[in-house]
């Protein structure tokens, strides 16, 4: 296997000032690639690429990407800035609990416009270039609530079933085009996002932090959550060129807890 190099290839991660996807665009720019952080936290964008300091071509761009105006002109920005988008990691996401019975058509519909509509409309954002130049690398950060069920997160585990849906019918789509698309399936991940979830169960169920995290932890046959590096590393390898043959996959990193 070669060493991933991704000199001169420009790469985009929403979601980028934190968690998962700081943990990619960190390994991003480390194998050579422009990156482009994009998130709706102008503050923490700024923060991450202070942290990637070593690198000289990270950039910020703030942007929504549930908002189609707003998707289309930080793509544009991003593409005068550093050229057409060879990599696409769409890793912004949102997760929100409720029983079913008590779901509002607004959670419902927040789950969607962020966890599938904004992978919807980066992708078409990033896709005619690299369909114009017969190369590119799409990596959807899904989750394993789009390969199994969870129980008092359906609009989640919805819109991350669609994202998986998506990969699928869109990597036979390009098959022939040079262009690649893949899912990631991270289980339960010490990131911001587990912290939310940790709360949410503890403000639901009156339990303890510790008790919230051993009941997590049960569900995980190797009995840990998972590192953002962890993930990262998958993703570096399927947007390089080892990975040519790999599309339309959803690769679980969750110890075990999908097989």
Same mark, same amino acid.
């Given at each position: 296997m070669s060493a991933t190099t991704l000199d001169g290839q420009h790469a985009v991660v929403t979601g980028g000032g934190s968690g998962i996807g700081a943990a990619i665009a960190a390994a991003l720019a480390?194998?050579?690639?422009?990156?482009?952080?994009?998130?709706?936290?102008?503050?923490?964008?700024?923060?991450?690429?202070?942290?990637?300091?070593?690198?000289?071509?990270?950039?910020?761009?703030?942007?929504?990407?549930?908002?189609?105006?707003?998707?289309?002109?930080?793509?544009?920005?991003?593409?005068?800035?550093?050229?057409?988008?060879?990599?696409?990691?769409?890793?912004a996401g949102q997760a929100q609990a409720a029983p079913f019975a008590a779901t509002s058509l607004s959670l419902w519909q927040q789950m969607l416009d962020v966890n599938l509509t904004g992978v919807f409309?980066?992708?078409?954002?990033?896709?005619?270039?690299?369909?114009?130049?017969?190369?590119?690398?799409?990596?959807?950060?899904?989750?394993?609530?789009?390969? !199994?069920?969870?129980?008092?997160?359906? =609009?989640?585990? %919805? #819109?991350?079933?669609?994202?998986?849906?998506?990969? &699928?019918?869109? @990597?036979?789509?390009?098959?022939?085009?040079?262009?690649?698309?893949?899912?990631?399936?991270?289980?339960?991940?010490?990131?911001?996002?587990?912290?939310?979830?940790?709360?949410?169960?503890?403000? !639901?169920?009156?339990?303890?932090?510790? =008790?919230?995290? %051993? #009941?997590?932890?049960?569900?995980?046959?190797?009995? &840990?959550?998972? @590192?953002?590096?962890?993930?990262?590393?998958?993703?570096?390898?399927?947007?390089?060129?080892?990975?040519?043959?790999?599309?339309?996959?959803?690769?679980?990193?969750?110890?075990?807890?999908?097989?």
């Amino acid at each position: 296997m070669s060493a991933t190099t991704l000199d001169g290839q420009h790469a985009v991660v929403t979601g980028g000032g934190s968690g998962i996807g700081a943990a990619i665009a960190a390994a991003l720019a480390q194998a050579g690639a422009r990156v482009t952080l994009m998130g709706r936290d102008g503050r923490k964008l700024a923060a991450q690429r202070e942290r990637l300091t070593a690198f000289d071509d990270v950039g910020c761009v703030a942007m929504d990407v549930s908002e189609a105006d707003s998707v289309a002109h930080a793509f544009a920005a991003a593409s005068q800035a550093m050229g057409p988008v060879d990599i696409l990691v769409n890793n912004a996401g949102q997760a929100q609990a409720a029983p079913f019975a008590a779901t509002s058509l607004s959670l419902w519909q927040q789950m969607l416009d962020v966890n599938l509509t904004g992978v919807f409309l980066c992708t078409q954002a990033a896709l005619p270039s690299m369909l114009t130049r017969a190369h590119g690398r799409i990596v959807n950060i899904a989750s394993t609530a789009g390969q !199994k069920g969870y129980p008092y997160v359906a =609009a989640y585990c %919805a #819109a991350k079933h669609g994202v998986i849906g998506l990969t &699928r019918s869109l @990597a036979l789509e390009v098959a022939t085009q040079g262009v690649t698309v893949n899912a990631v399936c991270p289980g339960y991940t010490e990131t911001e996002l587990l912290h939310h979830s940790l709360d949410q169960i503890v403000t !639901k169920t009156g339990r303890s932090q510790e =008790a919230a995290r %051993a #009941a997590l932890l049960r569900a995980n046959p190797q009995q &840990r959550f998972i @590192a953002p590096d962890e993930v990262a590393r998958a993703v570096l390898w399927l947007v390089s060129a080892d990975a040519a043959a790999m599309t339309g996959q959803s690769i679980s990193i969750s110890g075990g807890e999908v097989m």
